[in-house]
Structure formats: C-alpha cells, structure tokens
C-alpha cells in the first residue's frame, strides 16, 4: 500500500489524514495517509526517512514550508514564485515540490463559493508566506487590480514588484493598512495569522464595495474576528478558510495519485464535525 503523510510540528490538529482518507474512499484508491511529527530542527532527516521506508509523498505544513522548498531537487511554477512548498512527491528522479495553496484558495473562491476573479478589485492583508504563496494563482484569474497590504511597507511593496510581471493586465500594488482608506474592494482575503491571536488588521471602514466577499484563510467552528468585523463594515458575505484546506489537499490527492476528488462531500461532512465541536 502507498504511504503518504502530512509533517509538521504540532501536527496532532491537522485534519489531513481524515481529508485524505475519505478522497481514498472516494476513489478507490489503495493508500495509507498519517500525520508524522517531526523535531523542529529534524525535518530534513524525518523526511529521508519515511521516503527511505517506502513513502510516496508527503504534504508540509508549519513551519516546513521552505525547508521543502530547499530540499525539493525540482519545483513546480507556482512553487517556484511562492518559494515555498507545502506539496513534496518522490520518484526516480528525487522530489519534486509544489505549493497547492493557491489553487486551493481560488477554487474555492470559485467553484464553492461562486466568486469569479475576472474583473474584481482583490485586497491581500499580510505579506507573509501565505500571501506569497497564492497571488500567483489569483492573478491567473485576471482581477482589475490586486492591492497587498501590510504592517511593514516595504515587504508589501516588495511582494508586488515581484509579482507584477506576471499580473498581466491586473495593477499590483503594495501599500501599508493605513493607506486603505477611500478605497474599496470587491474581494478582502485575511493572509495574517491575528484570527489565531483573536485580533483584527488595523483596517479603515467603508473597504467593501457592494456585493464583497471577507474571506478568512483561518477556519473553526465561529466566525473569525475578522469575519464579524467585515459584516460590520458592511461586507456582503463572508467565509472562512476550510474549504481551501480541502481544496489543497484535493490538488495534492490529484499530483499523487492522477485522480482529482470530488470535494463537496468531503468539505460537507468536516464542516459539520466542526460545527458539532
């Protein structure tokens, strides 16, 4: 049987293998999937190991991520913009490293919460690895514009020169939270890690156009911080971010194993475990 695992530290939270159990189910396919804790200064050798044992693949999460970046002999596109990886696949040719997350993020956007990209105004909060890690995927939905905003300037402006060669006809900016005000998005997505800590960015008020969506990268079983404050200020709809959990670990399922599952259920039946608590 193939053995795959998701690494990180902690790691007992993650609902990786439970995702990834189900889209086996689904599929037919014959596979073992387990979460593997790996010592914060071990990950290189934890990864050698269990491909060494027969593994085929392995998902990473924090704090990995460019440590799988680093030891990846190969990298998808997107990988190689996000410098980063959360996706490692092993062959005869050694590992090849992808970063899922982005197109997790927007088909989820898309496909689950019917927000089409072609055209709207897109408002990044943060210019960390999260941010990073999915704007190519969102300029490859052909925005108007992609704003980045940041604490630190300079990182956000930094991350949109960077980009902005492959925004095509989209304007990149970066600017710092303050800067916000008189503008409105049609699209806010929350890439800081403040959910985790209960804090809000220091948004102005009056940031969503008519009809905007406040997306949350963070999930559980209440609304966000952010998610309150966005219904606040007078966001349309809100939504946090399990279904681009479910949705990465299906591009994931789908590198591996050349088989895309079908998500709906699957991101059904955890939202009501959550919820249950």
Not at 19 to 47: C, M, N
Not at 153 to 160: F, I, P, R, T
Not at 259 to 273: F, K, N
């Amino acid at each position: 049987m193939d053995r795959y695992a998701v690494i990180g530290n902690p790691i007992a939270h993650s609902k990786s293998p439970q995702i990834h159990a189900a889209f086996a189910r689904q599929t037919g396919q014959a596979l073992s999937y387990e979460a593997l804790l790996a010592p914060v200064d071990g990950f290189a050798r934890a990864v050698a190991d269990f491909r060494a044992a027969g593994g085929r693949g392995m998902n990473v999460t924090v704090p990995f991520k460019l440590e799988a970046f680093a030891l990846a002999d190969r990298h998808t596109p997107r990988a190689q913009m996000a410098g980063a990886v959360n996706t490692l696949a092993f062959d005869a040719d050694g590992i090849l490293g992808d970063n899922t997350d982005g197109a997790g993020l927007v088909r989820d956007l898309v496909a689950n919460l019917g927000c089409a990209l072609g055209g709207r105004r897109i408002l990044l909060l943060g210019a960390g690895g999260a941010t990073r890690g999915v704007l190519l995927p969102l300029l490859g939905g052909e925005p108007a514009s992609l704003t980045i905003a940041n604490r630190t300037v300079s990182k956000a402006q930094a991350l949109a020169a960077l980009f902005a060669p492959h925004a095509g006809r989209a304007q990149v900016d970066g600017c710092g939270f303050d800067q916000l005000g008189g503008h409105r998005f049609d699209l806010v997505i929350n890439a800081t890690a403040a959910s985790l800590a209960g804090e809000l960015p220091p948004l102005p008020a009056d940031l969503y156009a008519e009809g905007a969506l406040a997306y949350d990268m963070m999930y559980g079983r209440d609304p966000t911080p952010f998610m309150r404050a966005a219904l606040a200020d007078g966001a349309a709809r809100v939504a946090d971010g399990l279904g681009m959990l479910v949705e990465q670990a299906a591009e994931s399922f789908a590198l591996w194993r050349g088989v895309r599952p079908d998500t709906a259920a699957v991101l059904a039946d955890l939202r009501r475990q959550i919820d249950a608590g």
